[in-house]
Structure formats: structure tokens, C-alpha cells
């Protein structure tokens, strides 16, 4: 059975940063991203990273205050979130997809449950 459940979020001053866990079981995956989306707004995408490679893509929302990362020995995917600002908060979600890179709109087929975000001004 596969499984995404991430962890970390929660309620972080601007300037703050948080880091964000998605551990990942049932199943290896090409490519982990983590999404994000805020009360009224469509989804977005935040980041992704290929496993095997470890190639990493952003969203141009995040490029410079965001990093992605993966331990292959836990199975597990980090974002590490620096410089939040109050337009970061959403729910974010992770999610797997069998491609073993990124490509802008491909699908994700599994996902996680998501974690709150709360940057506040």
C-alpha cells in the first residue's frame, strides 16, 4: 500500500523557516514534489525532485528561499523552507509520480493527506 505523510508544518513568523518531512512507503518512485494550496486559490506547484538523479525543480515563487532534498536510506523527501513570507500560507501536499523527472503539468498519481502552512505578518 503506498503511503505519503508528510510533517513539520505549522505557525511560523515572516522571515521564519520550517521544514517540511514526506516519508514515502509501498513503492519506489521516479520523481517527488511537494505542492501547495492556499483557501480560494488553485493548486501550485512548490518543487519536485527526480530520486534517483536528485535533480531538483522550483516554482518561481520559491527559487532561492526553498530547498528540496531526499534520503534515499529513510525514503523520505525534505523541503526546507527559509524567508516565509504570509503569501506561503497553504496547505501543502506531497505527492509521487512513477516519471523519473519533472515536467511542467505531468501527473502526480499519489498523494499525501497535506500539512498546514501558516506564515503570519
Known amino acids: 500500500q503506498v503511503q505519503l505523510v508528510e510533517s513539520g508544518g505549522g505557525l511560523v513568523q515572516a522571515g521564519g523557516s520550517l521544514r517540511l518531512s514526506c516519508a514515502a512507503s509501498g513503492r519506489t518512485f521516479g520523481t517527488l514534489g511537494w505542492f501547495r494550496q492556499a483557501p480560494g486559490k488553485e493548486r501550485e506547484f512548490v518543487s519536485a525532485i527526480s530520486w534517483l538523479s536528485a535533480n531538483t525543480y522550483y516554482g518561481d515563487s520559491v527559487k532561492g528561499r526553498f530547498t528540496i532534498s531526499r534520503d534515499n536510506a529513510k525514503n523520505t523527501m525534505y523541503l526546507q523552507m527559509n524567508s516565509l513570507k504570509p503569501e506561503d500560507t497553504a496547505v501543502y501536499y506531497c505527492?509521487?509520480?512513477?516519471?523519473?523527472?519533472?515536467?511542467?503539468?505531468?501527473?502526480?498519481?499519489?498523494w499525501g493527506q497535506g500539512t498546514q502552512v501558516t506564515v503570519s505578518s
Open positions: 505527492a509521487a509520480a512513477n516519471f523519473p523527472f519533472y515536467i511542467a503539468g505531468m501527473r502526480f498519481d499519489y
